[in-house]
Nanobody, 125 residues
Framework: QVQLLESGGGLVQAGGSLRLSCTAS????????LAWFRQAPGKEREFVAA???????SYADSVRNRFFMSRDNAKNSVFLQMNSLKPEDTADYYC???????????????????WGQGTQVTVSS
């Protein structure tokens, strides 16, 4: 029943921008914290950004001031605006959701209950 669907990935040149979207089939969407993680080939899945139930954002140091996360509760959607993209941003990007997760656990990939299938982002140099 619960489903998260990412979209918006693709190929972009370094310095360019891309906007990822994730639409959730969750009942009571506004009660869920949301996050974006990414996983590059041969690497562990890492935290990118998260928004609280109230809409406050937090970001990994590697993307702070370049990536911006937002949510639209009316559309059951979450977005990741990625600017000034670098080749090291190349990865599969996943959205995650959880209704009970604590803010102190946002950065842990093991704490989120629901995950999408991911969307691929490739940044060329």
């Amino acid at each position: 029943q619960v489903q998260l669907l990412e979209s918006g990935g693709g190929l972009v040149q370094a310095g360019g921008s891309l906007r990822l979207s994730c639409t959730a089939s969750l009942s009571g969407f506004r009660d869920y914290a949301l996050a974006w993680f990414r996983q590059a080939p041969g690497k562990e899945r890492e935290f990118v950004a998260a928004v609280t139930r109230g809409g406050a954002g937090s970001y990994a140091d590697s993307v702070r001031n370049r990536f911006f996360m937002s949510r639209d509760n009316a559309k059951n959607s979450v977005f990741l605006q990625m600017n000034s993209l670098k080749p090291e941003d190349t990865a599969d990007y996943y959205c995650a959701a959880d209704s009970t997760i604590q803010t102190s656990d946002y950065m842990s990939r093991f704490q989120w209950d629901y995950w999408g299938q991911g969307t691929q982002v490739t940044v060329s140099s």
